[in-house]
């Protein structure tokens, strides 16, 4: 299953480009942003918690740096992040019920753990 905000990103690399920057996953009650009205700027995915991850086609993600925003950590943002790892190059998953005091975590291919990505403390 396509998601109808991945299209002009399959576009993307249907030509033989790659997205600008890195490529955003809004994890949870999030409005989509018509990011493909603008010329050279991110994509930004909104999926639902709710959203039947495993049926997802990520094959447009294959290669790129993902970040994901979430609201809270749960069963089907780690499902999702276990899918993305099939596709991508790089993950970093932010969760905003975490901060300040964590951030979220990171995965880098040919790693098989996640590591935890520190907030930058001011010197």
Do not use: H
Request: charged residues 25%.
């Amino acid at each position: 299953m396509l998601l109808s905000s991945m299209q002009p990103l399959v576009e993307i690399r249907m030509a033989g480009r790659l997205p600008p920057g890195d490529v955003w996953i809004l994890f949870g009650d999030y409005e989509q942003v018509k990011w493909w009205q603008w010329s050279d700027t991110s994509v930004e995915i909104a999926m639902l918690e709710s959203s039947p991850v495993s049926r997802i086609d990520l094959r447009p993600l294959v290669g790129l740096k993902v970040c994901v925003q979430a609201d809270r950590y749960s069963d089907a943002l780690l499902r999702l992040c276990d899918r993305l790892k099939e596709y991508v190059k790089q993950l970093d998953v932010f969760v905003l019920e975490w901060m300040p005091g964590e951030l979220g975590f990171r995965w880098d291919r040919g790693e098989a753990e996640y590591s935890p990505i520190a907030p930058k403390v001011a010197a």
